[in-house]
């Protein structure tokens, strides 16, 4: 099987049109977010963020028709073959297809399989995620992740999207992030539900767990794949000594590790979404992280934490794909050079015996930036959000020749057995 060169986007942020959770959400906090209080403008500045004065415009926040993707994925599809990819990875908007609860929506199924017959009929192979962050109102008003009927509802919908578009599909994973959805929306209160009492958040994440096992018996069948994509940052000692190197182990189990460990054995792959690098260090030395060049969003770039990160997490034992990873660079400045570097991380990660099979770039084009809105530009295709032209960035031919002069060939055979990765 060959390597998949890609890239990812997701429904609510790209797809315009959708009314669900999160769109409710925006129109609550538009108008703060455009105007932060002084804790918003400090956090703003310690990031080292550079946003433009589009930020302090609440339309910004307002996801609306977002790239137009819903109407325009075959011109979509047509950019990734351009680019030279062989894989997209896109979520299913659950808002569209469980409009309410029960029967998935005819017009939805159709539409999803005609996006996905036009992917492949332009050789690209599909990853479906079938959860990205946002739900349809009902189940946030009557259910949630911390009610103890989440993990049925979630295998219902599972189950029904696999009735509907599993003969077309061969890579799926379960949800999108759920450490970082646990800590956006049950601890810091900056996602929907935005519910910060705190006994709810062990809640939510053990149905998480328990809705990630039970679409896993959903989706799995011997012919396809079925991952979960991690909120996946390296966390290595700034300095080696015993008390850093727990406090990276502590950090690596919060953001990733114990809940890859809780979901074993039911993982064909393991899907990591990687940001950023941490240097840690229990004096709190390092804590702006070092010199490194930053995004727009003020995140520090650096490759070689994912190299580190693959070496790691090859201890499981199951194959690995690079589900995210990418920078908002308005300028393309840092992005070719990232791009490159990122891909070198992986070819050493790979030689050192680490089962890297894919390596999809966050994101396909510039999209809706959840809480920051439309100002970072992470796509490899600038959008005009005027009339929804899409434009190739300088880098992508960058991406483009790095696929061209790499042969990579991929395992996907899991063991199945993971082991649990050492401190
Ligand atoms: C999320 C994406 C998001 C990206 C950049 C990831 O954590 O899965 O939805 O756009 O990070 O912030």
Known sequence: MTF?????????????????????????????????????RARRALGQANPPSAAADPSNYISGQA????????????????????????SLEWSRLQPTEGELDADAVAHYREKIRALRDRGIE?????????????????????????PAKFHDYAR?????LGDLVTYWITMNEPSAYVRASYVFGGF??????????????????RG??????????????????????????????????????????VEHDGFLQALLPDLDFIGINYYVEYEVDVLGRNLLNGSKPRSDMGWPLSPSGLEALCTRLAAYDLPLLVTEHGLADSDDEHRGWYIRESIEAIERARAAGAPVNGYLHWSLTDNFEWDKGFWPRFGLAAVDYDDHTR?????????????????????WQPSGNGATAQE
């Open 192 to 209: 929907p539900p935005a519910q910060t009492k705190l006994w709810q958040a062990p809640r939510a994440w053990r149905n998480l767990v």
């Open 160 to 164: 029904r999207v696999h009735d509907a």
């Open 126 to 150: 599909p990853v479906v995620t079938v959860w990205h962050y946002a739900h349809p109102q009902w189940f946030v008003d009557d259910y949630g992740w911390h009610h103890s009927l989440a």
């Open 212 to 253: 990630h096992r039970r679409a896993f018996d959903a989706l799995h069948t011997t012919d396809n794949l079925v991952g979960v994509s991690l909120a996946a940052g390296s966390f290595e000692p700034y300095t080696d000594n015993a008390l850093n190197r727990k406090l990276a182990w502590l950090l690596r189990y």
């Open 67 to 90: 790239t137009d993707h819903f109407n325009r994925y075959e011109e979509d599809a047509d950019l990734a073959a351009e680019m030279g990819l062989n894989a997209l990875r896109f």
């Open 4 to 40: 998949l060169w890609g890239a990812s986007i997701s429904s609510h942020q790209v797809e315009g049109g959708v009314e669900n959770d999160w769109t409710r959400w925006e129109r609550r906090n538009a108008d703060e977010w455009a105007q932060p209080g002084l804790l918003g």
């Open 391 to 411: 434009t190739l960035r300088d880098s992508t031919s960058v991406y483009a020749d790095i696929i061209d002069s790499r042969d990579w060939d991929a395992t």
